[in-house]
């Protein structure tokens, strides 16, 4: 039996400074979010999340930990979040018409509007003591 389940994956990037990763949406509420976005056929979570960041910030990351899989009732899908590293200490460019601009924030002071989803992400990625991988999410709260 053939699933039309949808999948999409995410990264969480950090400079020396342990600043994140952000991307600016040209579409939509011109959010912030995390590099990243829905899975191609026949391609992993982890491949999902280093082909985002290339397309979208034109880096190469590692990816690495899995911090969380989050499952969005309203469209049915799955994302994965995953802490990647900037191997080669590129500068992020935003390499999409999506992406306004790309720029690294500290947690303290990430940049608006921004989702409770992505705040989220980030705040567990960054907790190494997470318990849970596994979360249901509501409809998006915007932080403007």
């Not at 979570?45 to 930990?65: M, N, S, W």
């Not at 049915?76 to 080669?88: C, K, P």
């Not at 018409?97 to 960054?126: H, V």
């Amino acid at each position: 039996m053939l699933s039309n389940k949808s999948m999409g994956a995410a990264a969480v990037i950090r400079d020396s400074e342990g600043r994140i990763l952000l991307v600016k949406h040209s579409y939509g509420k011109n959010n912030w979010e995390l590099p990243g976005g829905k899975s191609e056929k026949n391609e992993s979570a982890q491949e999902t999340a280093k082909r985002e960041v290339r397309e979208e910030t034109g880096l190469e990351v590692t990816v690495e930990q899995l911090t969380g899989i989050y499952y969005d009732p309203d469209y049915d899908m799955h994302h994965f979040v995953f802490i990647s590293n900037n191997d080669r200490n590129q500068e992020p460019q935003p390499s999409s018409p999506e992406i306004l601009e790309c720029k690294y924030y500290s947690i303290d002071d990430l940049p608006k509007p921004i989702s409770d989803f992505t705040y989220k992400r980030i705040q567990e990625a960054l907790n190494q003591d997470r318990k849970q991988l596994f979360h249901v999410i509501g409809p998006r709260q915007w932080m403007e």
